[in-house]
Nanobody, 125 residues
Framework: QVQLVESGGGLVQPGGSLRLSCATS????????IGWFRQAPGKEREGILCINPMDGALVITDSVKGRFTISRDNAKNTVYLQMNNLKPEDTAVYYCAADSYGYGCSLGDYAYSDWGQGTQVTVSA
């Protein structure tokens, strides 16, 4: 059974940084595309960043470009989301997801077969 577990969320002041981790297990390969999503209260879930381990291709949404980056450690089956210069509007539950369908790197949630439980990020003074 595929499992994804996010960690690293918490409370941070505006302008601060956090690094989220997505530890994966149960994959038959380590080449699944991994995406990061977030959902703020009363808002739709949005894709913000993804990576395709096969070629390192990245897709990022404009609202976080220049502030968020994604990286991977294939040996640990872990993907990281580095969040810098955080703003109150970044407050949300953050999810990682894996694509076993073969869509590749996409910001559409339809493309992902397995999801983590989410980790809360709160940006407030």
């Amino acid at each position: 059974q595929v499992q994804l577990v996010e960690s690293g969320g918490g409370l941070v002041q505006p302008g601060g940084s956090l690094r989220l981790s997505c530890a994966t297990s149960g994959f038959t390969k380590d080449s699944y595309a991994i995406g990061w999503f977030r959902q703020a209260p009363g808002k739709e879930r949005e894709g913000i960043l993804c990576i395709n381990p096969m070629d390192g291709a990245l897709v990022i949404t404009d609202s976080v470009k220049g502030r968020f980056t994604i990286s991977r450690d294939n040996a640990k089956n872990t993907v990281y989301l580095q969040m810098n210069n955080l703003k109150p509007e970044d407050t949300a539950v953050y999810y990682c997801a894996a694509d076993s369908y073969g869509y590749g790197c996409s910001l559409g949630d339809y493309a992902y077969s397995d999801w983590g439980q989410g980790t809360q990020v709160t940006v407030s003074a």
